[in-house]
Every structure is written in C-alpha cells, then in structure tokens.
C-alpha cells in the first residue's frame, strides 16, 4: 500500500480523523473543499469552499489553519444566511514511535470570526486537545483519536461545558492507485450536541505532481447527527522544503 499510495499526507483528505505524521519539513499542504450536509430534514449547509494550510515543522511536527465560507438554506422558513465561519487554529506533534504504531498529540483553538455566531459560527472561543495513534502498515493504514473539546460562554450554550469526541479511520487499496477509506466520528456532550455519531466513506484518487481528488459520503447513527453529508476536494502538497517521506 504504502509503494502504490503513499501516506504521507493524512490532515488534508476526505476523512476528518487526525493522523500522526506530518508531511516533511518546510512542506506545505494545501486543503480545498466543498460539502453538503443536511440537518433535521430541513436545513442544507453549503461549505463553499473549506480551506485549510499545514506547515510541517518536520517530520513528525506541523501546524495548521482552517476556515470555511457557509451558506445555510432553511427549507421550511425560506430562510438562508451566507457568509465566513470560525477560525481554527492547531499545533501537533508525535514524539513517541514503535513497530506497532506512532502517538502523538493535537492541541487547537477555534475563534469566532463568523459574523453570526447562531447559524454561521458558535460565538464562543473553543478549545481542543486530542491523542492520536497511527499505523502505517503495508495492506493497510489507520488512525485513532480521542480528546476533549472545551466550550466558551455564549449566552445560548452552556459555559465551559467539556465535550468528548473520538474518531477512527481505516484506508485500504484498491487497485494500483485508488485508495478506499471508511471512517466513523462521534462526540458526546450533555446539554450542547447531544449524542452524535457519524460513519462516512469515501476515494481517494491520485492525480499526479502530489494532486489527489477526494469524494466521501456518509449518514448519521444517531438522532443529534446530520442526516447525511457529500463532499469533494482537492489536496495539493507544495515541496518547498525536505522530500516528502514515504512511510
């Protein structure tokens, strides 16, 4: 798997789950996407585009910005708002590394730049700290995270309410150079999200001249979930610094 795709690029791809690897040092990795989600059988979210840049600091270190333009379309009040969402921000790093796997640490901090913090952001300063594990293996890679997200105090949430989330990813071949991934995502809270759960998948196709085109696709599991999501994207890594390595 590794020699037909290598896995040197994981944030920037259909699946969401946080990897422990960066991308060579000084290398630059570029996200752009576009995604459909329905919630509560009535409300469309456009993300039109969500872009995010990592900055590998070295091999196992980066850092990272995310944003998003969001238009939202309410079926049943002919209502639809428009505009940026929230900034994040975030630092990773993986010190530890055996035969079995590498563990690292994601820490992030999300600022409300939306100028409506109802519909097209939360309002609130958010916090975030998650434990990755990642196994490159030759038939097949996974990731696994879990970690804390910490709320603001807006005055339609709770205050400094924790939020526990979690996610896995498995990536198989197909092929000499399609990639299939299936993932599932989740987070559990008491009074802000409820119980969500979420399993998407997806392909990953390499274009060349490290270009790849994602699709991806899923359904909520549970009633706080999305209905369903589509999205596509391109992922572009730019080599300005050390050979991106092939784990």
């Known amino acids: 798997l590794l020699t037909i795709y290598p896995f040197n690029s994981f944030a920037a791809h259909p699946f ?17 996407e576009a995604a459909m989600v329905q919630e509560g059988g009535h409300q469309k979210n456009y993300h039109l585009p969500i872009t995010e840049i990592t900055y590998s600091l070295g091999k196992w270190s980066l850092i990272g910005i995310e944003s998003e333009y969001k238009f939202i379309r309410h079926s049943e009040e002919v209502h639809s708002t428009s505009g940026m969402g929230d900034v994040k921000m975030y630092c ?47 038939n097949i890679v996974t990731h696994l995270n879990c970690g804390v997200e910490v709320l603001g105090n807006p005055k339609h949430r709770s205050r400094n309410e924790a939020v526990l989330s979690y996610s896995a990813v498995a990536v198989f071949p197909l092929g000499n150079r399609i990639s299939y991934f299936a993932e599932i995502k989740g987070r559990s809270a008491k009074s802000v999200f409820g119980n969500e759960s979420f399993l998407r998948s997806g392909l990953i196709i390499p274009l060349g001249h490290r270009l790849e085109l994602g699709f991806a696709g899923g359904a909520g ?22 050979a991106i390595p092939h784990h």
């Open 221 to 242: 599991l549970t009633n706080d979930s999305p209905d369903w999501e589509a999205r596509c994207g391109l992922y572009w890594t730019w080599q300005r610094g050390d």
């Open 16 to 32: 969401k789950t946080k990897h422990a690897n960066a991308y060579g040092k000084g290398n630059v990795r570029f996200l752009m």
């Open 92 to 138: 990773r790093y993986a010190p530890f590394h055996f035969e079995y796997g590498h563990i690292g640490a994601q820490a992030g901090i999300k600022i409300p730049a939306a100028k409506d913090d109802k519909e097209l952001g939360s309002g609130e300063t958010d916090y975030e700290f998650t434990l990755i594990h990642s196994y490159l293996g030759k």
